[in-house]
C-alpha cells in the first residue's frame, strides 16, 4: 500500500532564517506531488506541484520554492523564511495521468516563524 | 468557469442527531467529487468520492454523498453524529480534463458536536 511521510511535524524558526521541509512517497511510482498550505482558520492554498523529477510548477508568487530530487520525494525550501510564512504545511501526491484520482495527503508540518 | 462552494462554514449539531454539510460546484465539464476530513493539526483524510459511478457514495466512518447534478450538489450527510466526528470537512471537485492541476478546494465547514 502506499504511504507518504512528512517531516518534521513541528517546526519553530527565526526570521530569515533557512527551511527545509521533506516529503516522501512510497509504494508508488511517478506520483504527481503537491505542496500546499493552510493559513490559521483558513482553506488550502496550493503553493506547487510536480509531475516528474526536476518538473516544479508554481502557483504563488513567494518565498518559497521547491525542488523534486528523486521521483517520490519532494522539497519544500526557503532561503530566508518571513512571519508570513508560518503556517500548516501539507505534502500530497495524487495518481498521474488520472483526472479523477484522490489526493493522499501526509500528516503535515506545523511551522511557526518567529 | 470551475468552482466548488461550501454553504456553510460552521455547522453544530448535537450527538446522535444527523450531520449535514453542504456543497455545490459549478462546472461545464464533468465532475469527479470529493470529501476530506481534517482533524486539528492532521492532513485531510478521504472520506469518500465519486467519479460517475452510483450517485450515492458510501464512505468511512458512516458518512455518505449523494451526486444531485440537477442541483449541481454534492451534500455529505451522516444519519448520527458522535464526538469524534467534530473536525473540519472540505468538498473538492476535479473536473474532465488531465494535468496535475485540476483540483478545486471549497473553503472548508467546521463541524462542531455537543454532547
Known amino acids: 500500500s502506499q504511504t507518504i511521510h512528512q517531516w518534521p511535524a513541528t517546526l519553530v524558526q527565526p526570521v530569515g532564517s533557512p527551511l527545509s521541509l521533506e516529503c516522501t512517497v512510497e509504494?508508488?511510482?511517478?506520483?504527481?506531488l503537491y505542496w500546499y498550505r493552510q493559513a490559521a482558520g483558513r482553506g488550502l492554498q496550493l503553493l506547487f506541484y510536480s509531475v516528474g523529477i526536476g518538473q516544479i510548477s508554481s502557483e504563488v508568487p513567494q518565498n518559497l520554492s521547491a525542488s523534486r530530487p528523486q521521483d517520490r520525494q519532494f522539497i519544500l525550501s526557503s532561503k530566508k523564511l518571513l512571519l508570513s510564512d508560518s503556517g500548516f504545511y501539507l505534502c500530497a501526491w495524487s495518481v498521474q495521468n488520472s483526472y479523477n484520482s484522490p489526493l493522499h495527503f501526509g500528516n503535515g508540518t506545523r511551522l511557526t516563524v518567529t | 468557469a470551475q468552482s466548488v462552494t461550501q454553504l456553510d462554514s460552521h455547522v453544530s449539531v448535537s450527538e446522535g442527531t444527523p450531520v449535514l454539510l453542504r456543497c455545490n460546484y459549478s462546472s461545464s465539464y464533468s465532475p469527479s467529487l470529493f470529501w476530506y476530513v481534517q482533524h486539528p493539526n492532521k492532513g485531510l483524510q478521504l472520506l469518500l468520492k465519486?467519479?460517475?459511478?452510483?450517485?450515492l457514495v458510501k464512505g468511512i466512518n458512516g458518512f455518505e454523498a449523494e451526486f444531485k447534478k440537477s442541483e449541481t450538489s454534492f451534500h455529505l450527510t451522516k444519519p448520527s453524529a458522535h464526538m469524534s466526528d467534530a473536525a473540519e470537512y472540505f468538498c473538492?471537485?476535479?473536473?474532465?480534463?488531465?494535468?496535475?492541476?485540476?483540483?478545486?478546494f471549497g473553503t472548508g465547514t467546521r463541524l462542531t458536536v455537543i454532547p
Open positions: 465519486y467519479t460517475s459511478a452510483a450517485t
Open positions: 509504494g508508488t511510482s511517478n506520483p504527481n
Open positions: 473538492v471537485v476535479t473536473f474532465d480534463q488531465t494535468g496535475a492541476n485540476n483540483l478545486f
